[in-house]
Nanobody
C-alpha cells in the first residue's frame, strides 16, 4: 500500500494550492478519504473527509467555504483545493485512507 501526497508549497495569504493524494495497493473506492494537518506545536487535526460510496463531504469549521475535498476513484486520487489561504493554514498536510497514512506535504502561507 502506498499513499503519496503532493502539491504543497509556499503561497501568499489569499492564494491557492491544490493538494493531491495518490493511493495504490488496495481498493480505494470503498474507503473514506481524509485530509489532516499538523501545525508546529499543535496536534494533528482533521480538515476534510470525502466518503467512498456516496461522495459525501465534511469539513472542519476553520476551513469551510475555503477548502474543497474531492476524489477521482478511476485515478485512485484524492484532492484538496485550498483557497483564500491564511497564515494559520500553515501546516504539514496528511492524507489518510483506511488505516494508511501518507508522509505529508508542507503548506506554508507567508508574505
Amino acid at each position: 500500500v502506498q499513499i503519496v501526497e503532493s502539491g504543497g508549497g509556499l503561497v501568499q495569504p489569499g492564494g491557492s494550492l491544490r493538494l493531491s493524494c495518490a493511493v495504490s495497493g488496495f481498493t480505494f473506492r470503498s474507503y473514506a478519504a481524509n485530509w489532516y494537518r499538523q501545525a508546529p506545536g499543535k496536534e494533528r487535526e482533521l480538515v476534510a473527509v470525502v466518503f467512498g460510496i456516496n461522495g459525501f463531504t465534511n469539513y472542519a469549521d476553520s476551513v469551510k467555504g475555503r477548502f474543497t475535498i474531492s476524489r477521482d476513484n478511476a485515478k485512485n486520487t484524492v484532492y484538496l483545493q485550498l483557497n483564500s489561504l491564511k497564515f494559520e493554514d500553515t501546516a504539514v498536510y496528511y492524507c489518510r485512507v483506511g488505516e494508511y497514512w501518507g508522509q505529508g506535504t508542507q503548506v506554508t502561507v507567508s508574505s
